[in-house]
């Protein structure tokens, strides 16, 4: 990390986030952190944070600071993250994703050309669209299928936009689906498991038959200082995963370790509207880097079940 010893985060009180900085923090950096504090940031985290000496945080919004700080690299994390509340709202989506976005490389361009950052921008797997056999690489066309992954693709055009056009320096990370600790409890781990502890029925969308891929977070914090030191300028990484199941998998897995009866742990919701069947990623551009998955799924859940504190969140 001593190519980057000053780095600026956004989201970093997010579920991703929060472990990035984490790991700057312990590597010696110093990390500016630009969070509006949204209902999604980890207030426990917000305090553990703000003891540390070489942390900063700037509580704005990403579509409204007028300034940036000094910094070797900008790593963009804030987003809205939440597809479902993107099919019900979806302004919000467009303003943090897409405007937020544009409102930070514009500030990264009104910098003396030698004084630029680094602009390292988290997308995601989901702006590809569903693939239902074989897997997408980097180069595959963006057709995202809701608001949330619209706003991401439109995000990772304007970045690569801006590198061609002005000349900043960027690379773009999509990570598949992440588990972890202490993620807000709307994504499907920590609101199942919620549930089920408080003796009601996960909900599940439609049969449960959809796939999606498990990335630890503490792995995609690998990848994105894997990138950060080894990879290419003006690229893409895809960043998936070892393992992929069906939802209904994800819910026994978790009924199993609560002591739930299956019949009993989960009912079917309606559909998603514009469910993505599944999501597959060729990550071999990054592994080539050296970078793999670590950590295990069924051997993480139970730590990640039995650690829930819904207390962290506003
Ligand atoms: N969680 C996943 O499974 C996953 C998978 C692939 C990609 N991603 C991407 O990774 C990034 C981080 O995701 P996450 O799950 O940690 O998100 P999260 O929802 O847990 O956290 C988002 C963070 O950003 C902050 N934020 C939101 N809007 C903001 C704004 N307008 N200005 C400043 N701060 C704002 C919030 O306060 C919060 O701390 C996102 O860009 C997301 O699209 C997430």
């Known amino acids: 990390m001593k190519k980057f010893e000053i780095v600026t985060v956004t989201g970093g009180l997010g579920f991703i986030g929060k472990h990035f900085v984490r790991r700057c923090l312990e590597q010696g950096c110093f990390v500016r952190n630009i969070d509006k504090v949204s209902y ?8 553990e944070f703000e003891q540390h000496e070489n942390y900063r945080l700037y509580e704005v919004d990403v579509a409204e600071i007028d300034y940036l700080p000094e910094s070797d690299v900008i790593v963009n ?39 630029r950052p680094l602009f390292i921008h988290i997308s995601t797997d989901e702006v590809y669209g569903d693939i239902i056999e074989g897997k997408h690489d980097e180069n595959h066309r963006l057709v995202p299928s809701n608001p949330y992954s619209a706003s991401k693709a439109a995000a990772d055009m304007l970045v690569k936009s801006w590198g061609r056009t002005y000349g900043i320096n960027w690379q773009i990370l999509r990570p598949t689906n992440n588990y972890g600790e202490h993620q807000y409890p709307e994504k499907l781990v920590p609101k199942s498991a919620w549930r089920m502890r408080r003796g009601q029925a996960a909900l599940m969308h439609g ?21 950060m030191e080894k990879g290419e300028r003006d690229s893409i990484y895809n960043v998936g995963s070892n393992i992929e199941l069906q939802n209904i998998e994800v819910l026994r ?44 799924f069924f051997s993480e859940l139970p730590g990640i079940i039995d650690s829930f504190d819904f207390k962290r969140f506003a």
């Open 40 to 47: 999604a940031a980890d207030l426990t985290v917000k305090e």
């Open 77 to 115: 994390f804030a987003a809205e993250s939440h597809v479902d509340n993107a099919i019900t709202s979806n302004h919000a989506f467009c303003v943090t994703n897409f405007l937020g976005t544009q409102n930070l490389l514009e500030l990264v361009r009104s910098k003396q050309v030698n004084e």
């Open 253 to 296: 897995a978790i009924a199993k370790h609560l002591n739930v009866p299956e019949d009993i742990a989960w009912k079917s919701t309606g559909n998603r509207l514009g469910q993505d069947v599944r999501y597959s990623l060729d990550d071999q551009k990054l592994r080539s880097l050296g970078w793999e998955p670590k950590r295990e």
């Open 207 to 227: 049969d449960g038959s959809y796939i999606r891929s498990w990335l630890h977070a503490e792995d995609t914090v690998d990848a994105i200082m894997t990138v």
